[in-house]
Nanobody, 121 residues
Framework: QVQLVESGGGLVQPGESLRPSCAAS????????MGWYRQTPGEQRESVATISSDGSTNYADSVKGRFTISRDNAKNTLYLQMNSLKPEDTAVYYC???????????????WGQGTQVTVSS
């Protein structure tokens, strides 16, 4: 099993920055792709940014140029640098990881509990 724990959300004003992180722990062989997703009440969860095990990244159009996803494989930790935040970025942000529990096991997806990001003046 892989446990993901997010931290670093909060309440900020428009234009400010936040840097949530997601720490992975538990028994696993390897973590492959990781990503940040967000969800607002009544809406579907949407992809914000993803990063492969070799560092290739993808971003939602709405956050390109403002958000940067990164990972520290030695610490099994995922980050999301969020700059120039807007009220429409307000959401619960979830960490996702795809991992193998053993060399021959299939890849499974895991989710964190989420961290609230609120952008308001």
């Amino acid at each position: 099993q892989v446990q993901l724990v997010e931290s670093g959300g909060g309440l900020v004003q428009p234009g400010e920055s936040l840097r949530p992180s997601c720490a992975a722990s538990g028994r696993f062989f390897r973590i492959n792709a990781m990503g940040w997703y967000r969800q607002t009440p009544g809406e579907q969860r949407e992809s914000v940014a993803t990063i492969s095990s070799d560092g290739s990244t993808n971003y939602a159009d709405s956050v390109k140029g403002r958000f940067t996803i990164s990972r520290d494989n030695a610490k099994n930790t995922l980050y999301l640098q969020m700059n120039s935040l807007k009220p429409e970025d307000t959401a619960v942000y979830y960490c996702n990881a795809n991992a193998r529990r053993s060399p021959l096991a299939g890849i499974m997806g895991y989710w964190g509990q989420g961290t609230q990001v609120t952008v308001s003046s």
